[in-house]
């Protein structure tokens, strides 16, 4: 069943969706690190580690939700999406848990050990050649005519309210682990790439901490959900060249804005070098492997685009597929 492009999933849906996915997903870390915390001169400062989350990312909570509620001959059928990585990895998972079948279109220049692990999980993956058109573009119009063609079902890696309400575990459980280490947050930075995590994780966010200011987090060129949210209506952005491969949506969807814009939301953009900054810190100082699009809400709390000063400070990491021989150029001569 296809739901509203524009339905703001509710509390009592994210708190379903989260009683089913808890049991498929990792309890990932919430990290206190006192170093950054006196760093940045927060009160607390705490870092939601998803980047441990099963096939090395966030995705897994939604696509995992999106699949159980879908028909029983559209799970026989199976589904075709379009992802350059991170939300193929958990489909694919979440597709092989579930006995249904996934085939991924991913952008030709997508990262192979993505490709790889998205292949390993059982899926079929066609590759797209995005030419001069924005990759997402081009990957989304091959779905569609592989849906169209097979009888498969499309599913958006991000445009939809039943993932936006998946991804919202997210946030549940980082209260859940708040609640646990007592205390609640002031200040939450996510990364936002089609805003999916954003949307479900604010909605959590908001309906337990009204007070709370919630951020979040683009590449500079790739700030569509920031622009959209400053702007009130979705805006379409340039793009440009960024290290953050998962964060290149050049406009938010109807979903995720209208998840965003309903739980207050503010936009932020931080360039590669504060991201390839916050991959070192987070790997020096809290053990972490991020990939640059997992790190980009790290890297605004490090680089002072919020004052953090006596506030209770969550970060979103997001995800942690990258190879090693890229993770060593990006933090290469980069000191802390």
């Given at each position: 069943?296809?739901?509203?492009?524009?339905?703001?999933?509710?509390?009592?849906?994210?708190?379903?969706?989260?009683a089913?996915?808890?049991?498929?997903?990792?309890?990932?870390?919430?990290?206190?690190a006192?170093?950054?915390?006196?760093?940045?001169?927060?009160?607390?400062?705490?870092?939601?580690?998803?980047?441990?989350?099963?096939?090395?990312?966030?995705?897994?909570?939604?696509?995992?939700?999106r699949?159980?509620?879908?028909?029983?001959?559209e799970k026989?059928?199976?589904?075709?999406?379009?992802s350059s990585g991170n939300?193929?990895?958990?489909?694919?998972?979440?597709?092989?848990?579930?006995?249904?079948?996934v085939?991924?279109v991913?952008?030709?220049?997508?990262?192979?050990m993505?490709?790889?692990a998205?292949?390993?999980f059982?899926?079929?993956?066609?590759?797209?050649d995005?030419?001069?058109?924005?990759?997402?573009?081009?990957?989304s119009?091959?779905?569609?005519?592989?849906?169209?063609r097979?009888?498969?079902?499309?599913l958006?890696?991000?445009?939809?309210?039943?993932?936006?309400?998946?991804?919202?575990?997210?946030?549940?459980?980082a209260?859940?682990?708040m609640?646990?280490?007592?205390?609640?947050?002031?200040?939450?930075?996510c990364?936002?790439?089609?805003?999916?995590?954003?949307?479900?994780?604010?909605?959590?966010?908001?309906?337990a901490?009204?007070?709370?200011?919630?951020y979040g987090?683009e590449?500079?060129?790739?700030?569509?959900?920031?622009?959209?949210?400053?702007a009130?209506?979705?805006?379409?952005?340039?793009?440009?060249?960024?290290?953050?491969?998962?964060?290149?949506?050049?406009?938010?969807?109807?979903?995720?804005?209208?998840?965003?814009?309903a739980?207050?939301?503010?936009?932020?953009?931080?360039?590669?070098?504060?991201?390839?900054?916050?991959?070192?810190?987070?790997?020096?100082?809290?053990?972490?492997?991020?990939?640059?699009s997992?790190?980009?809400?790290?890297?605004?709390?490090?680089?002072?685009?919020?004052?953090?000063?006596?506030?209770?400070?969550l970060?979103?990491?997001?995800?942690g597929?990258?190879p090693?021989?890229?993770?060593?150029?990006?933090?290469?001569?980069?000191s802390?």
């Amino acid at each position: 069943m296809t739901p509203s492009a524009t339905e703001v999933p509710t509390p009592q849906v994210l708190a379903a969706a989260y009683a089913v996915t808890r049991a498929a997903t990792r309890r990932t870390p919430l990290l206190e690190a006192e170093g950054l915390a006196a760093q940045t001169g927060a009160a607390r400062f705490f870092v939601k580690a998803e980047n441990l989350q099963w096939a090395g990312s966030f995705k897994l909570r939604g696509a995992y939700w999106r699949l159980i509620c879908l028909e029983p001959e559209e799970k026989r059928r199976g589904v075709v999406a379009y992802s350059s990585g991170n939300f193929a990895q958990g489909l694919a998972l979440a597709g092989r848990e579930l006995g249904v079948p996934v085939t991924i279109v991913m952008p030709i220049d997508a990262p192979e050990m993505k490709r790889q692990a998205t292949e390993g999980f059982g899926a079929r993956v066609i590759l797209s050649d995005h030419g001069a058109r924005p990759r997402e573009e081009a990957a989304s119009t091959l779905a569609r005519e592989v849906a169209a063609r097979e009888g498969l079902t499309l599913l958006h890696p991000f445009d939809d309210p039943k993932i936006v309400a998946g991804q919202g575990g997210a946030g549940l459980e980082a209260l859940e682990q708040m609640a646990e280490a007592g205390t609640v947050p002031d200040v939450v930075l996510c990364p936002v790439g089609g805003g999916g995590l954003m949307g479900g994780l604010a909605l959590a966010i908001r309906a337990a901490c009204p007070d709370a200011a919630i951020y979040g987090v683009e590449p500079v060129g790739y700030d569509g959900m920031g622009a959209s949210l400053r702007a009130g209506s979705r805006q379409r952005v340039s793009g440009g060249v960024t290290i953050c491969d998962a964060l290149q949506a050049t406009m938010p969807g109807e979903a995720t804005f209208a998840a965003c814009q309903a739980a207050g939301v503010q936009g932020l953009a931080v360039d590669d070098a504060a991201v390839t900054r916050a991959m070192l810190v987070a790997f020096e100082g809290l053990k972490l492997v991020l990939e640059p699009s997992g790190a980009v809400a790290l890297a605004a709390a490090l680089s002072g685009h919020v004052d953090l000063t006596g506030r209770r400070v969550l970060v979103l990491a997001t995800g942690g597929n990258i190879p090693f021989a890229r993770f060593q150029t990006c933090i290469e001569g980069i000191s802390v």
